[in-house]
């Protein structure tokens, strides 16, 4: 699991909750499925707190953050 919450900015969007995106992926890990990696740092430039739910590859830990 990725998860983006160091790099997310909080909006003024309601409350001013931080805006969240989970991302679930069937084939590759992030990040080397470019597509999803491309749109999952989009969302966090726009200033979302993005989480990612991938494949993970045995050497891998399972959970990262990555920025």
Do not use: F
């Amino acid at each position: 699991m990725l998860n983006t919450q160091k790099n997310a900015e909080t909006t003024q969007q309601g409350r001013g909750a931080t805006r969240r995106v989970l991302l679930v992926l069937e084939n590759l890990p992030v990040p080397h499925d470019r597509r999803m990696w491309q749109v999952a740092t989009s969302l966090r430039r726009a200033g979302y707190h993005v989480s990612v739910i991938s494949p993970r590859p045995p050497d891998e830990p399972e959970y990262c953050e990555l920025e």
